[in-house]
């Protein structure tokens, strides 16, 4: 069975005119916002509203050759872990539940690029979109344009990046929604609400300080968890996963963090969940809700649906070859992205139609099933006892997860 990723494989295996088929994707001036406004809109009706709604940002990129694909340069790319020749875009999924799909995306211009409009040119970037935008702006322009559509989400989720942005934070916060960001171990903080003021100098010696900062020490969060006693984590199950329930041990604690920029301290929910099985890992975010709003499942699982923004992406990349496209130019990309938003939409409609029959559907599984539809190379009881089998061992091992 082919794996079908890109325009010269799908031509070949379809008997399809690749010129056409190219043309469509790097040439054709159909509008591939409007395209991703409809996914959006489709995406938030289709949600089933069991729980709170979160539009889930992260990054993500993508190795690729030369220098003339759209956006290209030597970066840090988190698909490699290392800076790489590449492509990074800002992505946005909807997650309610088990359930969760593509939204919304920015693909990410280096400064380089934007300062050279001969390059953007020959790339076919528009003028307006020139203009060099830090991930967290991208990632704002996104929550912006998807509450322009009436999109319904009830809070914000994203990696440390994000939940280091201080900016971020605040222009989230200025649309009066619930954010709940990861931030990373390193990250200092203070338990108690600090004078803020210049510092007295040490001596005679040396520079005098200037800048207000916070007089008294703050303490980074890996050293303030290691504090903590037994009594002050609570046991909780949150959602659902390939293995069984989801649980930890989570901690809630009111902290400040200090704004360098604007010199004052912001208010901050910190949520630490450490895991009950396995390594013992710890997981850290900080949000503006607080627990006379929410309850603490709730906080917990607005935290532990990050995880469906990088399933989705990762999803997008296997099953439709998101990050396997040929083309060079700014719409061939936006086009790809969009079809392939098309088709995530359709896989989450999937999966809920037959979520009572087939409660383990996966993308892989439609897909093999439209293969098999395509070009029948088994019968149709060899393709069912296959997904059934795949089925078995799945739930075979969330059974054993359950048991532990």
């Not at 029959?357 to 892989?364: C, E, H, K, V, Y």
Request: hydrophobic share 35%; with cysteine; charged share 30%.
């Amino acid at each position: 069975m082919s794996e079908l990723t890109n325009i010269e494989r799908i031509s070949e295996e379809m008997f399809a005119n690749y010129h056409q088929m190219q043309h469509f994707i790097t040439e054709s001036p159909w509008d591939y916002r409007a395209l991703m406004d409809k996914v959006a809109v489709d995406v938030s009706r289709s949600l089933p509203k069991r729980k709170l709604t979160g539009l889930l940002i992260d990054k993500s990129g993508w190795e690729k050759k030369g220098g003339k694909s759209a956006g290209v340069a030597p970066q840090y790319c988190g698909n490699v872990g290392k800076a790489s020749n590449s492509q990074v875009a800002v992505f946005g999924a909807l997650s309610n539940g088990d359930f969760a799909s593509m939204a919304d995306s920015r693909l990410y211009l280096p400064e380089d690029w934007c300062n050279d409009s001969s390059r953007c040119q020959a790339a076919g970037i528009p003028e307006e979109s020139r203009v060099f935008k830090k991930k967290w702006e991208l990632a704002m322009e996104i929550i912006a344009h998807q509450k322009s559509l009436d999109v319904q989400f009830d809070y914000i989720g994203g990696d440390g990046y994000y939940g280091h942005s201080m900016e971020l934070a605040q222009a989230i916060e200025k649309t009066g929604y619930v954010y709940m960001p990861d931030i990373h171990s390193s990250l200092t903080v203070y338990l108690e609400n600090p004078e803020i003021a210049v510092p007295s100098p040490r001596g005679n010696r040396g520079r005098r300080p200037i800048r207000e900062k916070p007089l008294s020490q703050g303490i980074r969060v890996d050293k303030y968890m290691s504090g903590l006693g037994d009594e002050d984590w609570q046991y909780l199950e949150v959602r659902n996963t390939a293995k069984g329930k989801l649980t930890g041990s989570y901690h809630f604690g009111k902290v400040y963090v200090f704004d360098e920029k604007n010199r004052r301290l912001e208010r901050r929910l910190l949520v630490i969940r450490r895991t009950v099985t396995g390594k013992g890992d710890y997981e850290y975010s900080f949000a503006n809700a607080n627990l006379e709003q929410y309850t603490e499942k709730g906080v917990a699982c607005m935290q532990a649906q990050r995880f469906f923004v990088e399933h989705c992406i990762k999803e997008n990349k296997q099953i439709p070859g998101m990050d396997q496209y040929q083309t060079r130019k700014w719409i061939a990309w936006h086009h790809q992205t969009a079809l392939n938003f098309l088709l995530s939409t359709f896989v989450l409609k999937e999966k809920l139609r037959c979520f009572e029959d087939i409660p383990l559907l996966s993308a892989r599984d439609i897909k093999h099933w439209i293969l098999f539809k395509l070009y029948r190379q088994s019968s149709e009881d060899d393709m069912i006892e296959q997904m059934f089998d795949r089925h078995c061992r799945r739930q075979k091992d969330i059974n054993i997860a359950c048991e532990k």
